[in-house]
C-alpha cells in the first residue's frame, strides 16, 4: 500500500500561555491546518491511501491547563457513534478542527491520522475528574477515506504535558483499512512503554502502527529515527511515523519503516517541512517475531555455568561465574586488558572499555548483563569507539528500567567523550555484538554517519544471548548497540 507521513514545521503561538478567545486559537490552528490540506492533497495525488501527521503540529506546545482550553475541540469518546464531522457538524459543539480534518479525508478520499486537544466534561462523583470539572486528552484521531471518525486515542504516557490529563485506563486503539487490514495507533513517549503500545501490538496481533510524535532527538541512543526504526524491527510491525519539524528545539526525524527497509527524513539544517510517501509491503506472514521466539528464553536463563557465545556463535564456551567480570579483552598471554572507565551517557552512568586497534574482542559487565563484542576495522582512523554496558533504572526525563550494551563513537579521543552526541563517522566497522539480557524486549539499534540508518546481517536469540551482528555498515558508525526494556522493573 502507499501511505504517507508528513514532518510539520508548526506555526507556534507567540506567547503559550496567555490566555486567549476561541476564536483566535482557532485561527491559530487554522494556519497550521491550511498546510495540513496541502499535504493531504499532495499526498492523495501520489495515490497515498493513508496520512499521518505529527503530535502537537495543530495546536502547539508548553501550555498551562488553562491556556490550552481554547485550543481543545470536544470528542464523543464512544466508539458506538458513528460520526461524520465533515457531513454532521451540527451533532456537537467545539469541534471545528476535527470537522476540517473530517473534510480533507473525505475531500482527498484518504485514511487521516492527526494529534489534537480534546476535553471531555466529567461528573463530580468520578474520582479522577479534575478540579475544574473536565479531562484534557492529548488525542490522536483517525478518519476513513469518507470522513468517518473511526478511532480516537488518548496519550498515555505524558511527556511533561502539565496541560493534559492521562486517561484512567490505557486505551487500545485499532482501526480497518480495505489495503492494509488493522492499523494500532499510539503517541510519542508511549513507545517506550508496556502500556499500551507493547500490549496493543502483542493482544492484537497488529502488523501496522501509526505514530504521531513530537520527539526531541536525543543522540546516541534515542534518535527519533533510530528508535522508530529500531521498533519496527523488534516487533515486525510496519510504523508510519511523524514528527514536528523544529531543529532549534532538536525536532526532526519522521518515516515510514517496514521491518527490513525505511524511507526517512531527518533534518536538522532547514526549515519547513516534508512529505514523505512511500510503498510499502502488507505484513501479513506470521512468522516468529523475536519476542515470541524468546517465550522460552526465560526457561533456562540461569545456568550454574553461563554460556559465552564467542564468535562463531556456535562454539559455546564455559565461562565459570567468577571469571567473567576480569576477561574483557582477548589477552594474548599477558597483554594489558583495555582499561574499564565511566561515562555519562544519555543521563546514565554507563561502564565502558575502548575499542582499540584492527580487530578483537572485548566485555563489558554491569550489575547482571555482560557485553560482548567481537569486531574488525577494514581501515584504522584516529577516532575513538567505546563499548558500553547500562543496567539499570532511567531516571532523568521519565522513570523506565533500561539494559542496553552499545557500541559507539566517542565526542573526541578522551575517555570522557565517550556517551556525547556524535553526528558524523567514517570508521566501518564488522562486528558482532551480544549480551546475557534478562529481558526479552530488545530493540537494535543501527546508526550511521549523518544520522544515517542501516539494518543488521543477523540478530535474534542464541544460548540465552541476544546478538546483533554486521558486515560493514554503509558508512561510518555512531551507534551499534542493543537496547534492552526491562518493563517489569519500571
Known sequence: YIAAVYEHESILSPNPEALISRQSALELMGRNLDIYEQQAAAAARQGAQIIVFPEDGIHGFNFTRSSIY????FVPHSQSVKWNPCRESYLFNDTEVLQRLSCMALKNKIFLVANLGTKQPCERTDPHCPSDG?????????FSDDGVLIATYRKHNLYFEYAFDTPPEPDYKLFDTPFAGQFGMFTCFDILFFEPAVNLIRQYNLKQVV?????????????????QQAFATAFNVNVLAANIHHPTLGMTGSGIYTPVKSFI??????YGGKLIVAEIPVITTDYKTDLERNERFGENLHHSCK?????????QVCVKEGQETHSRG?????EQLPPLFYAEMMYDNFTFVPVWGGKGEVQVCANTLCCYLNYQRAVLTDELYALGVFDGLHTVHGTYYVQACALVKCGGFSFSTCGQEVTEATAVIDFQLWGNFSTSYIFPLLLTSGITLDYADHRGWKNNHYFMSKNGTSSGLLTAALYGRWYEKD
Open 330 to 334: 582477548s589477552g594474548k598471554g599477558n
Open 265 to 270: 527524513y531527518h533534518n536538522m539544517e532547514s
Open 134 to 142: 473536565r479531562y484534557q486528552f492529548n488525542t490522536d484521531v483517525a
Open 211 to 227: 505514530y504521531p510524535t513530537a520527539w526531541m532527538n536525543q543522540l546516541p541512543l534515542l534518535a527519533a529515527v533510530e528508535f
Open 70 to 73: 481554547p485550543y481543545l475541540d
Open 307 to 315: 554460556t559465552l557465545a564467542r564468535a562463531p556463535l556456535d562454539d
